[in-house]
């Protein structure tokens, strides 16, 4: 079982930055590829970053791209993902995502590759 925390969430002025934490427990958890979804009220939730389970390779949803940055430390088992210029756009419900070992695949953004779902950090960004 691989159970997931995310953190770092708040409320920051538009242009400013966070940096979001997903931290990962379970004897596979270096292994597993991670993806960042965000969710707004009223809307689905979206794709907005991935990265493969050896660090190797990222994925980026094009509102994101130039902007953040998904990176892991298999040391701690814990992803992150760094926001800047944040646009009030960016406002939603941030949740991280693992799916299964080793996956080899290039189906990141799809959320059903996903096993396992943290509860989530709320990202606020105001005008």
């Known amino acids: 079982q691989v159970q997931l925390v995310e953190s770092g969430g708040g409320l920051v002025q538009a242009g400013g930055s966070l940096r979001l934490s997903c931290a990962a427990s379970?004897?596979?958890?270096?292994?597993?590829?991670v993806g960042w979804f965000r969710q707004a009220p009223g809307k689905e939730r979206d794709f907005v970053a991935a990265i493969k389970w050896n660090g190797g390779t990222t994925y980026y949803a094009d509102s994101v791209k130039g902007r953040f940055t998904i990176s892991r430390d298999n040391a701690k088992n814990t992803v992150y993902l760094q926001m800047n210029s944040l646009e009030p756009e960016d406002t939603a419900v941030y949740y991280c995502?693992?799916?299964?070992?080793?996956?080899?695949?290039?189906?990141?953004?799809?959320?059903?590759?996903?096993?396992?779902w943290g509860q989530g950090t709320q990202v606020t960004v105001s005008s």
């Open positions: 995502a693992a799916g299964p070992p080793l996956y080899s695949g290039d189906n990141y953004p799809a959320a059903s590759l996903y096993n396992y």
């Open positions: 379970g004897r596979t958890s270096s292994w597993l590829p």
